[in-house]
Nanobody, 125 residues
């Protein structure tokens, strides 16, 4: 059995920062693709950032809406995936999920086999 558990979600003012974390122990043995996704109320889940840790430096990819503001990283020593979110905007308000899978893609329907339960991020103006 494998499971992802996100943490770090909170309520912040516009322009603030948050860092989400997701321990990946047990998953990096079978997959090198990790990612962050988010879901707005009443909408489908969308990709935020993905990382491939099978080589160094890792490959990363971001959605246009967060590029330049968010940074995805993986700390090998702690076996933890992170999402550093700076310059937060009200439009970033959503439930954020970490995931692991077999494909380097922002499409949540493409081979993302393992998911966390989500952590809430609320940004007020």
């Amino acid at each position: 059995q494998v499971q992802l558990v996100e943490s770090g979600g909170d309520s912040v003012q516009a322009g603030g920062s948050l860092r989400l974390a997701c321990p990946t122990s047990g998953l990096t043995y079978i997959t090198k693709n990790l990612g962050w996704f988010r879901q707005f109320p009443g909408k489908e889940r969308e990709g935020v950032a993905v990382i491939y840790i099978g080589h160094s430096p890792p490959s990363t990819m971001y959605s246009d809406s967060v590029k330049g503001r968010f940074t995805i990283s993986h700390e090998h020593a702690r076996n933890t995936l992170y999402l550093q979110m700076n310059g937060l905007k009200p439009d970033d308000t959503a439930v954020y999920y970490c995931a692991a899978g077999m494909t380097f893609s922002l499409n949540s329907a493409v081979n993302w086999n393992y998911w966390g339960r989500g952590t809430h991020v609320t940004v007020s103006s």
